[in-house]
């Protein structure tokens, strides 16, 4: 029976080629809009590292001074190095890691190749478990590397591509800031959308080229990149011979993310950090009332605003598009079934029940949502390829992946459905008799 409503559906559209076109056009600028938009979004908002995304907390605390204090602030977005540090050295956490992005030159062997700069990461050696970051050869560094200050690197696929053609690096030295260091690993291609670990940085740019020891930049005097928040005076930062990055200096300007495997363990380390943060204003450190936070990675990217408020407001425009391009369609639909009431008439005349009719023509409904639904994949394609090439930092990922592609199936189908409710509806409840005494 459904393919006979089907070929039913094929035959009125030859019937009634411009007013079918009409509908298949107006379905599918809807949802291409609204696809373009919701496929943006997705990519934005989706979970970065959905694995264990419930197990890696950014901890905040509030170590400023009482100046411009208001009850209620947000804490500080980063830590400062002492605090930083003091709760890497406690280890309360099942992993940690400590981290600033930095910039470093390398200066390559290849005499075709020029020094050039590459984005960096200053962090500890739990930062490659903790992010699950894949590695194609080698290892990560040791927390003995760590202590150790060794001069060892990881680089990105990327950059190994660049330097040395591919293949295993390790164990061949790269130069960096004027300083050997040794490839112990090579990462495999990889890449989180957004980059949630550092959203000081680019949030939807490519990974680090290279990845160092936190206290081996710290030891060859390496710049780390990123905001910093300082509340001390000059003198402050003076009396430690790396300024506003000494261990002393009022300055946050890290980040800090710990994993932990239950929610029993979230709940000890919430109350780990009120004890430190009341350690330290009893010690005279900190002199705010204690305000602590730790985020999740979805709850630390919603602090953040991680999705553009433009592309909110677009989405909502798109869907409204949409609600509009089916409300014309339903009166287009209307418009079709009722001029066709003398063929229903005699259809109820020999026996075709309103609930036979009501089917026949919310099919057809359906069969003109996948008609439009294609043509809108069609629009929704031209859109995201418009959106790469905006110079915005997210607009390379804008693909249609196969998720996106079935929902827009889906919601040409269900949109079209509910568009043929009330033309189906009323095509069923016309009467027979009347219609047989018009012919």
């Avoid at 079935?406 to 009467?431: D, E, F, H, K, Y």
């Amino acid at each position: 029976m459904l393919a006979y409503y089907v070929s039913l559906a094929i035959r009125s559209f030859k019937r009634n080629k411009v007013l079918t076109a009409l509908m298949v056009l107006a379905i599918a600028l809807g949802i291409g809009a609204s696809m373009t938009t919701l496929t943006v979004f997705h990519v934005l908002s989706g979970n970065p590292i959905p694995q264990k995304s419930e197990r890696l907390f950014y901890p905040r605390i509030d170590p400023e001074s009482k100046r411009g204090y208001q009850p209620g602030n947000d804490p500080q977005s980063q830590m400062t190095r002492f605090d930083a540090e003091a709760l890497l050295r406690e280890k309360r956490g099942d992993r940690q890691a400590i981290m600033t992005a930095g910039a470093v030159a390398i200066e390559p062997d290849r005499n075709d190749l020029a020094p050039f700069i590459a984005n960096a990461r200053f962090t500890g050696a739990d930062f490659f478990p903790m992010f699950d970051v894949p590695l194609a050869y080698g290892q990560a560094w040791t927390r003995g590397d760590d202590e150790a200050r060794a001069r060892v690197a990881v680089i990105s696929s990327e950059l190994n591509e660049k330097l040395f053609g591919g293949g295993n690096s390790v164990g061949k030295t790269i130069r960096l800031e004027q300083n050997a260091f040794k490839i112990i690993g090579v990462l495999k291609p990889w890449r989180l959308k957004p980059k949630f670990y550092d959203l000081t940085q680019s949030r939807f740019g490519s990974e680090e080229q290279v990845f160092i020891p936190f206290w081996t930049s710290r030891a060859l005097d390496m710049s780390p990149n990123g905001n910093m928040n300082c509340w001390g005076g000059s003198d402050d930062q003076d009396q430690d011979k790396e300024g506003q990055y000494g261990l002393n200096a009022k300055c946050a300007w890290l980040q800090y993310w710990v994993e932990l495997d239950s929610p029993a363990k979230a709940t000890a380390y919430l109350q780990y950090l009120k004890n430190y943060s009341d350690q330290q204003r009893a010690a005279g450190r900190f002199e705010r009332p204690t305000n602590v936070r730790l985020d999740d990675v979805m709850g630390w990217m919603d602090e953040n605003g991680v999705v553009p408020q433009d592309v909110r407001l677009q989405g909502w425009l798109a869907f409204g598009f949409l609600f509009v391009c089916l409300v014309n369609t339903i009166g287009l639909l209307l418009a079709k079934f009722l001029r066709r009431s003398s063929e229903i008439g005699v259809r109820r005349a020999l026996g075709a029940t309103k609930r036979a009719i009501f089917v026949q023509y919310l099919i057809e409904a359906g069969v003109i949502g996948l008609a439009g639904g294609a043509l809108g994949l069609c629009f929704a394609l031209l859109g995201l390829w418009a959106v790469r090439q905006q110079p915005t930092d997210y607009a390379e990922l804008a693909h249609l992946n196969s998720t996106m592609l079935l929902t827009a199936v889906g919601l040409s189908l269900v949109a079209s459905l509910v568009a043929g409710l009330l033309p189906a509806w009323r095509a069923c409840q016309i009467a027979p008799a009347i219609q047989l005494k018009s012919q």
